[in-house]
């Protein structure tokens, strides 16, 4: 089957698709698309001339491969065979499945004409060695499951049906989420399914032996309390003192370290406050949004839509899918949902609710935050359909539109 082709990631890899001092390590939730991703560029390289013979590409996860668990072993697969003149690229998935997998890289790295390309499902792949022994020679490059833009494109590329009805499409996806295999299940029930197998497979994978889990129930109660308040304030205390009141005792450190497991497993993502007048984070307050909306509604049997989360969720990954660093804004006591960053260090401030046509003081009460930001970086003011107004150069924009074209540091 052909490949859907992720311009927007492929696009940050190909600068360095032949660099051979350079790692390229790809990042994301397990069945984000990385070993799809992976196929893709090598692809394209075939596509530009490179030779098939030139291309090594081992998918730790599948059979033929499964066995591969020891530094030997790996060195073994990548040293033991005979090898074609020219740059070789090599593509490694799931490469964490082999414990102490770092020697192995850097002295792959370290021998002539090798283009190495890793992918891991969790963030244990860039602590530890590789994050000190390969120190500036690596570059992260971290995927997202589909954002609304990608999920339109692969339906069409695919020949799936789209339904005209924009905001009912909308709706959807928010339910039916991105994952890419997911998109193949017509029926809400089997995507909902397999988003369980999904994240069955990453407490087994990623979670349960590496963090040591000895209380199943335990981490499954933190684990939903956390993705059923995603996009509001967590503080450990408040998660203690609300289990508490329903006759669960968990002691902090046991929280802290479930909630850092789903973090690692890319399960969800900390989204830290960012103080505007000094410019410093305040890494005591934060929130925590999703891999995927569907890992909500897949853990939950009410389908309807709470509209504040589920939109700024949308946002934060589309953000994180173009490459942005996302903080929560504070304004003295006034506070804006996201801080934006680019690469470049250009700031974009965005505002998100489901309407501001309600009410004038709803309408206020969304536009004060941007409107106290005094620097001239662009501000966005994100709402659900709408009728688009001006306010003090501030943009209001549809979310569907912003997704689907806004670039937000023009």
């Known amino acids: 089957m052909k490949l859907f082709r992720r311009e927007k990631y492929i696009s940050r890899i190909r600068p360095f698709l032949h660099d051979t001092d350079i790692i390229k390590v790809i990042t994301g939730i397990r069945r984000s698309g990385k070993s799809s991703l992976l196929q893709t560029v090598a692809e394209e390289l075939m596509e530009s001339g490179v030779s098939k013979n030139n291309i090594f590409f081992y998918n730790l996860d599948k059979y033929g491969y499964k066995n591969i668990k020891t530094p030997e072993a790996l060195e073994e697969l990548l ?14 998935d799931e490469i964490q499945n082999v414990e102490g997998f770092e020697p192995v890289l850097e002295a792959l790295r370290l021998e002539e004409d090798y283009s190495i390309f890793i992918t891991g499902s969790n963030s244990y792949l860039l602590s530890g060695e590789l994050a000190t022994k390969l120190t500036g020679r690596y570059l992260e490059f971290e995927i997202q499951t589909l954002g609304f833009d990608e999920y339109e494109a692969m339906k069409a590329f695919y020949g799936k049906m789209i339904d005209t009805d924009i905001l009912r499409e909308f709706d959807s996806y928010l339910i039916g989420g991105g994952f890419p295999k997911a998109l193949f299940y017509d029926e809400l029930y089997d995507k909902q399914l397999y988003v369980k197998t999904v994240l069955d497979d990453i407490f087994n994978k990623d979670i349960k032996g590496r963090v040591k889990i000895k209380n199943v129930e335990a981490f499954n109660i933190v684990r939903n309390y956390v993705i059923n308040n995603f996009g509001s304030t967590v503080s450990i205390s408040n998660i203690c003192d609300d289990l508490k009141k329903t006759g669960i005792a968990i002691t902090r450190p046991t929280i ?81 949902d996201f801080v934006l960053r680019s690469i470049q260090n250009e700031y974009a401030y965005v505002q998100v609710a489901l ?10 009460r969304e536009y004060r935050p941007l409107e106290n930001i005094a620097d001239g970086y662009p501000k966005y003011l994100v709402t659900r359909r709408d009728l688009i107004q001006k306010r003090n150069g501030i943009k209001h924009v549809d979310i569907i539109d912003f997704i689907l074209g806004q670039k937000m540091f023009d």
Do not use: W
């Open 79 to 92: 040293f033991g065979g005979e090898h074609s003149e020219g740059i070789k690229y090599v593509f490694i």
């Open 256 to 336: 802290t370290r479930y909630i850092q497991a789903l973090c690692d497993a890319k399960i969800i993502s900390e989204c830290t406050r960012f103080d505007m007048k000094s410019r410093r984070s305040m890494k005591n307050e934060k929130k925590y949004y999703l891999a995927d909306l569907s890992i909500y509604f897949s853990t939950n049997t009410d389908n309807r839509i709470n509209y504040g989360p589920v939109l700024e969720n949308v946002v934060y990954q589309y953000a994180r899918s173009m490459g942005y660093k996302v903080s929560v804004g504070r304004i003295g006591n006034l506070e804006c």
């Open 355 to 364: 309407t501001i046509m309600d009410s004038k003081n709803t309408e206020d």
